[in-house]
């Protein structure tokens, strides 16, 4: 069983930046692999990033490439997901998720980007 709490969403101007966090249980946290999802109103879940479990393999979906920032701090059972250059088109609920046989799923955190 593994418990996801995302944070660190909120307002933001075009252009600006957000810092999302996902805090996990489980011991074994450094062997998950941790991605990033999102959703619009009205659209479909979609990939946003990935991180390895040492951090040493990372995935973005075009859109954010260049501009999100996935990593990982396992000590603290911690992925982060740094969001530059923010557009409108970014506005969504951020869900933290782990693919272990089943997916496990935070919340999600609401992130709005007004232009």
């Known amino acids: 069983q593994v418990q996801l709490v995302e944070s660190g969403g909120g307002l933001v101007q075009a252009g600006g930046s957000l810092r999302l966090s996902c805090a996990a249980s489980?011991?074994?946290?450094?062997?998950?692999?941790m991605r990033w999802f999102r959703q619009a109103p009205g659209k479909e879940r979609e990939f946003v990033a990935f991180?390895?479990?040492?951090?040493?393999?990372?995935g973005y979906a075009d859109s954010v490439k260049g501009r999100f920032t996935i990593s990982r701090d396992n000590a603290k059972n911690t992925v982060y997901l740094q969001m530059n250059s923010l557009k409108s088109e970014d506005t969504a609920v951020y869900y933290c998720n782990v693919p272990l046989g089943k997916d496990y799923w935070g919340q999600g955190t609401q992130v709005t980007v007004s232009s």
């Open positions: 991180i390895s479990g040492s951090g040493g393999s990372t």
């Open positions: 489980g011991r074994t946290f450094s062997i998950y692999t």
